[in-house]
């Protein structure tokens, strides 16, 4: 299999710009179908849980072709590709499309491929025999573990046909799977794992594609729970099912009924081995990783989680819920009232329903020196607050201050530019980027004052052009990035020696080409992202790069300079002024409502984070 053209150099052309609307379109609204079907829970007998195929089920033959009589072989290669999304029995509904010598030859674990806009051609064609080339739109690729990586570019795979007892079947293929998107989307279900982050504060979702039944679906979970987390993630989290933690016995209802576990009433009951003398503490989080994973696949409580038999924690034997773990709560839904804040006019006003009032602190009124706020961060409880101000001196270019809202400020950097400020799970924890590529990460101490140390970006400067907006998540995990008006995802790892690093940079946003201006993280599994032009001009992405979707534009005046968001709330700045996204009734239909006070005025959002 040969991958052919690759993205080169920024969108510039309307023809670029029209693949951009079209690719927007083309995931706006896609959903992703779970298959269900009659089984019995049982853990995969092999030592390496995969998501693709490892799980013994008969194929969903009600969405997957089988070969046609009579069908043209152009036609059967079409077929062949959709049937290649089901992984059971070594795909074994895409080898019926294949003679006995192929079936025999093909590896279908050197690869999967997800891919768009599949065309087909005949490039010779006899009586008997015919060589096929498929060209397609590459979307991403899909690991044995089910994790997903965005790509781009053409692929071209060539397929040798025969005709067999007047029936024609496919000869000779590349070695992997290719998969039509559509149809990927039909049988595999995006599920997170759950880890742990490295302050071992909060829960640290890791996306796997899934294509199980539903009666196989918990013990799949904690199979991969089990083998840790995916590669580019390790280092940035830990897990307190850890190496040696296995299971005792086979997933079951409360009851001890071994069929239909995990589905319907009846919670579940798991029983490991191996965790050692954990503290209450990290007891909780193990509790926490596997009760979030399942809940969030739809897997209902209560979960019962033992350890040699016994309750990992006498007070929940009984079995534990979500409102018992509702303090790792992955979506983070609760947190301090912090309300609304803006920067007009070059200083950091508070918002409410009737007024916009300066804060009471040295960003709440113009500097001495003539300087403005450009900028600016709150802590995630609203007590601290980090700030890009322009210094008012000709050539002295901005610096970057922080300390408490309503007191007196630091000076963390200065530079040519600075990046907004972002904050990430620690309240105390602020970074930014100063002059395009050397990020500062400061620990804020409203008495002892400021620390700063550099982080390592030697990963992100291989990428290329500057780093023009860093947010992290709220679990301190990943950074997302814009480098070069291009989106990206980064992983936030500790070093030996007290330092932080950026890691292993993931493009999620290809058909974006480098239109990106501002981004921000909604969920700790969902960045947006504003870019230029006037068509989807808030886009909505995927973490992992799988989806990306256009936000309603209604209302909205572009350019859409800045986004500012939390797990509830999503406003922006656009040529008129500040505007959120509102859910109306009965029918929740969304459109960007103007903010009073904020509108006709130069205006930013400032909210947590």
Known sequence: MTLFGSRAGAVRSRAARGRVAKALAAVAGATVIATVAAG??????????????????EPDTSSVPAPTPGREPDLLVRDFLKASTEPAGRHAAARQFLTAQANSKWDDSQSALVVDKIDVFFEN????????????????????????????????????MVRQDGQWRIDNLPAGVIM?????????????????????????????????????LAAQLIAMLLAGPKAPLAPAVRTQLGEGVHLRSTL?????????????????????????????????LLAAQVVWTLSGAGITGPYE???????????????????????????????????????????????????????????????????????????????????????????SGVELVAGPLEGPLNVVASGATI?????????????????????????VDPVAGVTAAPVDTSAIAALGGPITELRLSRDEARAALIVGGRVYVAYVTPGANGGFALTSPRAIAFALGSSA??????????????RSGADAPVVQLAVDGSSMQALPSRNLSPPVTLIDATPTAKLVADSRGVLTLSTTSPDDEQYWREIPGLVGRRAVPVMPG
């Not at 019995?40 to 849980?49: E, H, I, N, V, Y």
């Not at 079995?319 to 912090?338: E, H, N, Q, R, Y």
């Not at 990046?419 to 620990?443: E, F, I, L, Q, S």
């Open 40 to 57: 019995c829970a049982t853990l995969p007998t092999s030592s390496s849980p995969q998501a693709i195929g490892t799980v013994a089920r």
């Open 125 to 160: 064609r006899a009586t008997d025999s015919a060589r096929i080339l498929v060209s397609a739109a590459k979307v991403g690729e899909l690991s044995p573990d089910g994790v997903f990586k965005a790509d781009d570019g053409t692929l071209e795979a060539r397929f040798e």
């Open 180 to 216: 039509d998107r559509s149809q990927f989307l039909s049988v595999y279900h995006r599920q997170s794992l759950y880890f742990v982050n490295y302050a071992g504060t909060a829960l640290v979702p890791d996306p796997r594609w899934i294509a199980v039944r539903k009666e196989g």
């Open 252 to 284: 079951t209802k409360i009851d001890g009924r071994d069929s239909d576990v995990g589905v319907g009433p009846g919670g579940i009951r798991m029983d490991f081995q191996g965790i050692g003398n954990l503290d209450p503490h990290d007891r909780e």
């Open 305 to 395: 989680v033992l350890a040699d038999g016994a309750p990992i924690d006498p007070r929940f034997a009984e079995g534990w819920t979500t409102a018992s773990l509702a303090a790792w709560d992955p979506s983070f839904p609760a947190g301090p009232s912090v309300g609304l804040h803006a920067i007009v006019d070059g200083v950091l006003d508070s918002v409410d329903d009737s007024s916009v009032t300066p804060v009471a602190g040295p960003l709440g009124k113009p500097a001495p020196d003539g300087g403005n706020v450009l900028s600016a961060s709150l802590s995630r409880d609203g007590k601290l607050v980090a700030a890009v101000r322009s210094t008012g001196r000709p050539g």
């Open 419 to 443: 990046t907004r400020p972002t904050w990430g799970g620690d309240d105390h924890v602020v970074w930014a980027v100063v002059d395009g590529m050397k990020v500062t990460r400061a620990v």
């Open 517 to 530: 201006i501002s981004l921000d993280w909604g969920r700790t599994d969902t960045i947006f992202v504003t």
